[in-house]
Nanobody, 120 residues
């Protein structure tokens, strides 16, 4: 499975961006799809996910109330709506998909990453 992520860019603090991710084929049933990010000099961290089996979303505390995940299970697509962006949101954002859990070592498929830069 290949995940194609898009939508990154350069914005000002307070602006919004929407990231998109689509799986190229249905080779497995991705019950979990979501996003991670990695800022320069830091480890990759969980941003949020959607669990299709129970239609439930969860988010990192740092983005709660500002970021929203949505998508289409049948099309294996997921979106990340990012509002009220802050400079500390600057990172490469990775789309991820898994059958069982969306925990970094256990992720089944990764996208290549898309850069988000937020200036102050």
């Amino acid at each position: 499975v290949q995940l194609q992520a898009s939508g990154g860019g350069f914005v000002q603090a307070g602006d919004s961006l929407r990231l998109s991710c689509a799986a190229s084929e249905h080779t497995f049933s991705a019950n979990h799809m979501g996003w991670f990010r990695q800022a320069p000099g830091r480890e990759r961290e969980f941003v949020g996910e959607i669990n299709w089996s129970v239609n439930f979303t969860s988010y990192a505390d740092s983005v709660k109330g500002r970021f929203t995940i949505s998508g289409n299970n049948a099309k294996n697509t997921v979106f990340l709506q990012m509002n009220a962006l802050k400079p500390e949101d600057t990172a490469v954002y990775y789309c991820a998909a898994s059958r069982y859990v969306l925990i970094d070592p256990l992720v089944d498929a990764w996208g290549k990453g898309t850069q988000v830069t937020v200036s102050s």
